[in-house]
């Protein structure tokens, strides 16, 4: 026993989801999104994972530069792109592909004096209003990147869909069409995909697809599961109980004491917390499994420990494992009783969890 939480890191499962992703959008190039830690799995062993990857996708230079050093040898995108000059030198020097969403990352790039020409994304804003170079100004941009001797030619064309997890929304097919418009008969590869786009646009698919939750196996849409897809958790979030007791009825639990036993009620105190991230701000009653049989979470999740109600696991034992989230319960079940998303709860889980990889 070693009485403290670790993520089981399932590297069949992520080569399985790839290959969902590749089979639901089979005519595309497929660049894993791996940013923030490959969501909290481990950007290097997630990326050697998928080493059948086309290419390989970072927010931060940061991110690409430990995937290099770590000898993976995959084409890397910066979906933010460079901020700096020192930063394009490196973008070159490692041969990373660069995301342009901004004027000011253009500017940069007519400075650059390069013996090896970057592949350059161009990002057009089609409605998210976040990143990306205004619709008005696209044509201006396209035009001042192919006259940039630092930019590989053609220049290759994307954009990022708003609200594709909802397959009601009309923001998406609005989105899709503009981009169409604007791109059309522009030579260059084009991608707009992201795991939502993948699994309920296929008119978003185009050359290159962006997974990345659905790498991880969990749902990008809102209203369908991750099973249904045929995806598998990625991650199995454990630790063990640490200690066995009984509140007398009537005894209130952990700090605060939220939540009172209503009888006698036999508890277990399990290694886990928000330290590992485990949400503080999780419901009294969310489902953890204990030897894989669901009991309550009761109490405040505090920041090493949690508690949980034993009631209708009699047999339970100091060492035996308990699953937060990950097979066996998947993680948008949980998400939501910490009023979020399974892209916020894999994210978090913190630098003290130990990740196994199997
Ligand atoms: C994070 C990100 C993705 C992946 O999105 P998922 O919803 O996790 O599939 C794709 N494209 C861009 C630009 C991103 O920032």
């Given at each position: 026993m070693r009485g403290a939480a670790r993520a089981v890191i399932d590297t069949h499962a992520l080569r399985h989801n790839f290959a969902r992703a590749r089979a639901a959008a089979p005519r595309s190039r497929i660049m894993a999104v791996v940013k923030a830690n490959a969501y909290g799995h481990g950007i290097v062993p997630v990326a050697r994972a998928l080493a059948v990857a086309d290419a390989l996708a970072v927010a931060r230079i940061e991110e690409g530069m430990r995937v290099r050093a770590a000898g993976i040898e995959n084409p890397i995108v910066?979906?933010?792109?460079?901020?700096?000059a020192e930063q394009l030198a490196l973008a070159a020097q490692q041969g990373f592909e660069i995301v342009v969403h901004s004027t000011g990352q253009l500017e940069l790039l007519k400075l650059q004096r390069t013996a090896q020409p970057l592949k350059v994304w161009l990002k057009v804003d089609t409605g998210m209003h976040r990143l990306g170079v205004d619709p008005d100004d696209f044509v201006a941009c396209l035009a001042a990147l192919r006259s940039c001797p630092a930019v590989a030619q053609p220049v290759r064309l994307m954009t990022h869909l708003a609200?594709?997890?909802?397959?009601?929304?009309?923001t998406s097919e609005a989105q899709i069409g503009l981009f169409e418009r604007l791109t059309n008969g522009i030579p260059g590869e084009r991608s707009i995909a992201n795991s939502a786009g993948i699994l309920a646009?296929?008119?978003?698919?185009?050359?290159w697809v962006r997974p990345g939750l659905m790498l991880y196996g969990?749902?990008?849409?809102?209203?369908?599961s991750a099973a249904g897809h045929g995806l598998e958790p990625a991650m199995t979030l454990a630790t063990e109980l640490i200690a066995i007791k009984t509140a007398r009825a009537g005894a209130r639990v952990g700090y605060g004491g939220i939540w009172q036993a209503r009888r006698d009620t036999l508890l277990g105190v399990a290694a886990v917390g928000y330290g590992d991230g485990?949400?503080?701000?999780i419901q009294n009653g969310t489902p953890v499994l204990v030897n894989g049989r669901k009991a309550p979470m009761v109490g405040r999740v505090s920041m090493d420990m949690i508690t949980i109600d034993l009631t209708d696991s009699p047999d339970a034992r100091v060492g035996d494992p308990v699953v937060?989230?990950?097979?066996?319960?998947?993680v948008d079940e949980i998400a939501p009783r910490a009023d979020t998303t399974a892209y916020e709860l894999l994210c978090n889980v913190s630098q003290r969890v130990e990740l196994e990889v199997i």
């Open positions: 910066l979906l933010e792109g460079v901020f700096n609200n594709a997890d909802d397959a009601s929304d009309p646009w296929p008119a978003s698919h185009a050359d969990a749902s990008p849409l809102r209203d369908a485990y949400p503080r701000a937060l989230w990950g097979k066996g319960l998947p």
